[in-house]
């Protein structure tokens, strides 16, 4: 089956994300937070990464590991779906969603808002995965 990457800093989301993903045959790897992203990403080969936007450090440092991650000739191709509260939680007048995906803001393949339903989170990754 294949190898998700949860880059995100909350652990109670990660500890979420990882009952329904083990619970359906995926494998699952942690990294929460951005050191040696780079490096990190191509050192465990991750089928797909599912990506918070706001981390302590920075709160656009999704965005930026986005960017970095599809530069790269080693992990550009790795489908990067971003899952983040970052419309309830920032005081932006404006919200994020699907309609925001390029190549040159938001270069993911897909984004969801936090909280999402297991069902809807699985049938993404299985498109993404699988298309």
């Not at 989301?13 to 009952?19: A, V």
């Not at 991750?46 to 590991?65: C, N, R, T, V, W």
């Not at 297991?118 to 298309?131: M, T």
């Amino acid at each position: 089956m294949a190898k998700i990457l949860i880059i995100d800093d909350d652990q109670d989301i990660i500890d979420n994300l990882t009952m329904v993903l083990e619970g359906n045959g995926y494998t699952v790897m942690v990294k929460g937070d951005m050191d040696q992203l780079l490096e990190d990403v191509k050192r465990l080969h991750p089928d797909m990464i599912i990506l918070d936007i706001m981390l302590p450090e920075d709160s656009q440092a999704g965005f930026k590991a986005a960017r970095l991650l599809s530069k790269d000739e080693n992990t550009g191709k790795i489908p990067i779906l971003i899952l983040s509260a970052v419309n309830q939680r920032s005081n932006l007048s404006f919200s994020f969603s699907e309609n925001d995906v390029n190549t040159d803001f938001m270069p993911v393949a897909a984004f969801l808002e936090k909280p999402v339903e297991p069902k809807i989170l699985l049938n993404k990754i299985k498109q993404l995965l699988y298309q």
